[in-house]
């Protein structure tokens, strides 16, 4: 297939095309050509004024039904949301029903995966059912094609569990994904806890379930010399906590935020909107402020959709009895363009994932392998039921219109 982009304004930073309009060329999945005027006969044009260009997107973390709970989602319209929501690739973390806790796992979600133009990686369990008590295979699995290992959204409370999983990953050069909450301090919570929760009379998860914890995984990544990712900072005080070690252990210690975290908080919750019930909660203002700031001046490394597809029967309940979890893939780029610049939305959820977990790179250049997603500025587009391609509808975001729409990915020799 040959594709041809006109003025496609380039946004990668490490390119010297950065931030200028050019014409590329793409012929059998390599970019040929990339100059400010190319003509071809035969190839499928995209032309827009307002077209944007980047490296592939990733996400870390996503969360699908297949296998065991294929009712929420499978793997293939997982695949198709993300392509719609301009990822070309994604990283799953584990389900409850059948956790990736075994090299057969990580096969199987190969081969059901391996039609997808979108890459889809396997992250690995950290303890065997999720259950924070005995520790996987961590180098079978590795071996296997586990990029990373990680209970998900599941917080080992066991510091001898994760200190064990830090040496291990360490033998093969790879990486533990944590999402910090001491639940000793966060049992039977429902939100964040504050203002907010104390008006609701909703029990609320304090901040210093995550920072209490920050300091604990940091300890242990000191003392292991490991690599560790702290998965989806959501308050101010675990910034500061991230903060005292970040640039003492350069490329070992790194930090990822959800994008619902950037852009609204705990008082959207007045309503008990359970679509807005999630895990790690939204906040108050000022920890928005700070995790923005974080990711401006790099102290957080990756922005994740924390895509979490729950079924109707899991939401629709009173509000402390419903599921924690929204679907992301396909509003995380519209609504991070919404206020984000492009280059650094691209670093974030391109540049950083892949060097962290050592993927292939994406770079917009002559004779590179062309993974690159688009998406034109100036122009609304609105969110609907009607275009969300999971099998679970639990966005707060029907209805919302965003002015930067995604109109494709280019993976494999595809376009999407």
Not at 372 to 395: A, E, I, Y
């Amino acid at each position: 297939m040959v594709i041809l982009l006109k003025k496609a304004t380039i946004i990668d930073p490490r390119s010297k095309f950065h931030g200028k309009k050019q014409d590329i060329l793409i012929e059998k999945g390599i970019i040929t050509k990339i100059a400010s005027n190319i003509t071809s006969k035969k190839a499928k044009i995209i032309d827009d004024k307002h077209l944007h260009v980047s490296p592939g997107w990733v996400d870390i973390g996503v969360h699908t039904g297949e296998p065991g709970l294929e009712h929420r989602d499978i793997l293939e319209t997982t695949l198709n949301t993300a392509a719609a929501g301009g990822f070309t690739r994604i990283a799953i973390f584990s389900n409850e029903a059948h956790p990736i806790d075994q090299s057969s796992t990580i096969s199987f979600i190969k081969d059901r995966s391996s039609k997808s133009p979108v890459h889809c990686h396997a992250i690995g369990a950290l303890s065997q059912q999720l259950k924070g008590e005995a520790i996987t295979e961590i180098i079978d699995m590795h071996h296997a094609g586990s990029i990373g290992f990680s209970d998900g959204l599941h917080a080992v409370q066991k510091a001898g569990l994760l200190e064990r999983a830090l040496h291990y990953v360490k033998a093969v050069d790879s990486i533990v994904i944590h999402r910090p909450n001491d639940k000793t301090l966060s049992l039977h919570s429902q939100m964040h806890e504050g203002t907010v929760s104390t008006t609701l009379g909703v029990p609320g998860m304090p901040d210093i379930a995550e920072s209490i914890m920050i300091d604990r995984d940091i300890e242990l990544l000191k003392y292991t010399d490991s690599k560790l990712l702290i998965h989806l900072v959501s308050s101010q005080k675990g910034i500061q906590h991230l903060k005292k070690e970040k640039k003492n252990l350069e490329n070992k210690l790194f930090a990822s935020v959800s994008y619902h975290n950037l852009i609204e908080t705990d008082e959207t919750l007045s309503d008990f909107d359970v679509n807005r019930k999630l895990s790690p909660p939204l906040r108050t203002n000022n920890d928005k402020s700070a995790l923005i700031k974080a990711v401006e001046s790099d102290l957080i490394d990756i922005i994740c959709s924390n895509h979490v597809p729950i079924e109707i029967e899991g939401k629709e309940k009173e509000f402390i009895y419903a599921e924690k979890g929204a679907i992301g893939l396909q509003t995380c780029g519209p609504s991070l363009l919404e206020f984000l610049e492009p280059s650094k939305l691209v670093e974030k959820m391109s540049i950083n994932p892949r060097k962290i977990f050592n993927l292939p790179e994406a770079h917009i250049a002559k004779d590179e392998k062309a993974e690159l997603t688009l998406w034109v500025s100036n122009s609304k587009s609105q969110f609907d039921q009607s275009k969300n391609k999971s099998l679970s509808r639990n966005s707060p975001f029907f209805g919302k219109i965003f002015s930067h729409k995604i109109i494709a990915i280019i993976s494999d020799g595809k376009l999407l």
